[in-house]
């Protein structure tokens, strides 16, 4: 059996590296952990566009309201874990590429702490601008808000009301936070399918950019169908 690192790529003749063939697969695996399990699940929540408050007249009234209130709260815990997921998966998906491509050059790998150096070796050895087009920021939000949804309040989460702001909402009408106590900034944080949208065009983008094979796709267009108050 040859071994994937010595095929031959055209009639150059020219081996095709595991370095070479990685971006490929990774953004493949990403498309179809968006496609096959975070699409569906999300399009399958129910969720409402606002939600009706003050007394209820009745007890079938008082339940049909807290029935939806949980499912906006589900929804958007569900869009959180997501990203935690699409966070991670991206994140293991730098680290082996940038070894594989130190050990392909044969050079040694620059100590990497994290995400951001990941992301910046990466894309250096890429030829990549993660300053266009606003790639980077989508990027670096999505690893930011991941470390949210991790452990809460911190550093990340004040980092993530700077850079980020819009993904809080002051005087929501279709979120009601189920948590009894005073309110917790990271436990607000308010993830849409519009914002998981921008999270997997931006690592697709990523490794369709890095990709140095022949037809790559370097913008993937992914749209969630829209639906009668759907949390876009």
Not at 75 to 81: D, S
Not at 142 to 158: D, I, L, P, Q, T
Request: hydrophobic share 45%.
């Amino acid at each position: 059996m040859i071994d994937a690192t010595e095929r031959t790529q055209g009639d150059k003749g020219r081996k095709m590296l595991v370095k070479d063939q990685l971006p490929r697969i990774f953004q493949a695996n990403l498309a179809r952990l968006f496609e096959r399990v975070v699409q569906p699940a999300m399009e399958a929540l129910p969720v409402h566009s606002s939600l009706e408050s003050g007394e209820a007249a009745t007890m079938d009234q008082f339940l049909v309201r807290a029935a939806a209130q949980v499912d906006n709260y589900t929804a958007n815990e569900a869009a959180k874990a997501f990203t935690l997921i699409l966070a991670a998966t991206f994140e293991r998906q730098l680290s082996i590429w940038a070894r594989a491509v130190h050990r392909d050059d044969a050079t040694d790998m620059p100590k990497a702490r994290g995400f951001r150096e990941f992301l910046a070796i990466c894309a250096e050895r890429a030829g990549i601008d993660v300053g266009h087009g606003g790639l980077g920021a989508d990027l670096t939000e999505m690893f930011v808000v991941a470390n949210v949804v991790r452990h809460g309040e911190g550093s990340s989460c004040e980092e993530l009301k700077t850079i980020a702001p819009g993904l809080w909402d002051d005087a929501p009408n279709d979120y009601h936070d189920l948590l009894a106590g005073p309110l917790i900034a990271s436990e607000h944080l308010r993830i849409r399918t519009g914002d998981l949208i921008r999270y997997i065009r931006a690592t697709t983008r990523f490794w369709g950019l890095a990709d140095p094979l022949p037809m790559a796709v370097i913008d993937p267009p992914y749209r969630v169908a829209s639906k009668g108050g759907e949390m876009a």
